[in-house]
């Protein structure tokens, strides 16, 4: 069995041990719980790692040579990424140069929505590895993520709408960072959701593809709605 399997049968039922045998039946060992214990740590450090974009080997004892190696994939992954907001942003450079306000709001709805898929991913993740989260529940838990991130996006949309209306005294453009945020939120929760179950049916680790793009797709879906509305109801 996978050393994951035998651990969660470990929690699942309490074992202290658990024999192992061979293909006949016959008696060829013994996992104790201290074996256990080291596994459920490698794993769980593991994930972590994943999630941050560094490998196993990059540890605070490891060369420097081995470190820049690590971690220049995933860094380099992220720069396409940010790319892919960059030319968002770039579509709508004439807006944000004819109203400051969208420049300086911007990086709230990056942030936020940002902050929210990390969430929900981080907390999928955990529940494939505890074996909680299965294509059969997927899309209940789909449902459970869109009332949380509809709530959070109504309740974060009304405070910091009315912020941006008391600094900029633009009731409208308020409408637009909240309509905004609410929509990034939404997207947050269906991505960080549904995402890693996707790539582990096809084999995929959850923790480290889902991470790559975690923020990604919300900034471009945040920089897009919130620049194409406040372009079109703001400077039109």
Known sequence: MDQEEVAFLFRQRDLISAPVVDADGRLVGVITIDDIVDVIDEEH??????????????????????????????????????????????????????????????????????????????????AIAMKELTPANALRNVGKELVVALINGVVFAIVIGAIAWFWFGNPLLSFVIGFALILNLLVAGVYGST???????????????????ATAITDIVGFFVFLGLGTLLLLR
């Open 45 to 126: 450090q593991e994930d972590i790692m994943s999630m941050a974009g560094v490998s196993e080997g990059d540890t605070l004892f490891a060369a420097v040579a081995d470190t820049i190696r690590s971690r220049f994939k995933w860094l380099a992954l992220y720069t396409v990424c940010a790319f892919g907001s960059a030319s968002v942003i770039s579509l709508f450079r004439g807006s944000i140069t004819e109203m400051v306000a969208l420049a300086v709001l911007m990086p709230i709805v990056a942030a936020m929505g940002g902050t929210a898929s990390v969430q929900t991913l981080t907390v999928a993740v955990r």
């Open 195 to 213: 995402l890693p179950v996707i790539l582990q049916r096809f084999g995929y680790d959850p923790a480290a593809a889902a991470s790559a793009f």
